[in-house]
């Protein structure tokens, strides 16, 4: 694998992980679905890149360049930007911010310095203060199980305004990145079945297509080169 990850939890109320990558090699990557709202610093022969990068409900296939490095902030469900809706950030309809000649970039008519591991929950908090961001509390009551904090609809509603996508969408992205660490830490096929709560063996594998790219045979092989990930508990 020509890919190496690193990533951090997170003490802030608005910041799930951090995590940071770079590329030892070239070749294609395998970019998996995903339900997060991220912040990306790329850093790619000497030019510097930030924007935010909404989630993504379908896999992918891109070429990762050789000698990258790559920082993000992957916030937690329920933060979004309040001036940009999450459904126009959806499937690579990224928010590129411009950068500024003393290596900071443009966000919401602000200069602001470029986040690293050590100052990323500043900066989030800094994000917060000034309204760039806020959190839906009633998205993470839901997802927590509390079943007195919204009706159906309601759910339905939070989660389109929060994440773009439906809560259903949501848990079969979820179950299937779940099931792709399971597969990763070398589980058998059938039972990541039955712990993940497929109806069977060709659901697991019609799951995993659709969001992942791969099947289950290839991911426990480890053949390609997948996007980040990390252990992940099932949704409610």
């Known amino acids: 694998m020509f890919l190496r990850f690193e990533s951090w939890n997170s003490d802030s109320q608005f910041v799930e992980r951090v995590?940071?990558?770079y590329s030892t090699g070239g070749g294609p990557l395998h970019s998996m679905a995903e339900s997060n709202l991220e912040l990306v610093v790329s850093r790619i022969e000497g030019q510097t890149q930030v924007l935010f990068r909404g989630p993504v409900t379908r896999p992918s296939t891109?070429?990762?360049?050789?000698?990258?490095?790559?920082?993000?902030?992957?916030?937690?469900?329920?933060?979004?930007?309040p001036r940009w809706p999450t459904a126009l950030l959806l499937d690579g309809a990224n928010l590129e911010l411009p950068a500024t000649t003393d290596g900071r970039f443009w966000?919401?008519?602000?200069?602001?310095e470029t986040p690293s591991l050590e100052?990323?929950?500043?900066?989030?908090?800094?994000?917060?203060?000034?309204?760039?961001?806020?959190?839906d509390a009633a998205v993470e009551?839901?997802?927590?199980?509390d079943a007195q904090a919204l009706t159906r609809r309601s759910v339905q509603r939070h989660f389109l305004h929060a994440t773009g996508m439906t809560h259903m969408r949501f848990?079969?992205?979820?179950r299937a990145r779940h099931a792709t660490d399971m597969l990763l830490s070398g589980a058998a096929i059938?039972?990541?079945?039955?712990?993940?709560?497929?109806f069977d063996q060709?659901?697991?594998?019609?799951?995993?297509a659709n969001l992942i790219g791969q099947t289950p045979l290839r991911i426990l092989r480890k053949e390609a080169q997948l996007s980040f990930l990390y252990k992940t508990v099932l949704p409610a």
């Not at 966000?107 to 602001?112: E, F, S, Y």
């Not at 059938?190 to 497929?198: E, N, Q």
Request: proline share 3%; aromatic share 12%.
């Open 19 to 21: 995590w940071r990558a």
């Open 141 to 145: 009551a839901a997802l927590e199980g």
């Open 119 to 135: 100052t990323a929950e500043a900066f989030v908090a800094r994000l917060a203060k000034h309204g760039v961001i806020a959190r």
């Open 62 to 81: 891109v070429a990762c360049p050789p000698n990258g490095r790559w920082f993000a902030i992957r916030f937690r469900l329920g933060t979004y930007l």
């Open 171 to 174: 848990r079969q992205i979820e």
């Open 107 to 112: 966000l919401d008519g602000m200069a602001w």
């Open 190 to 198: 059938l039972d990541v079945v039955h712990d993940a709560g497929y």
């Open 202 to 208: 060709a659901h697991l594998t019609r799951s995993l």
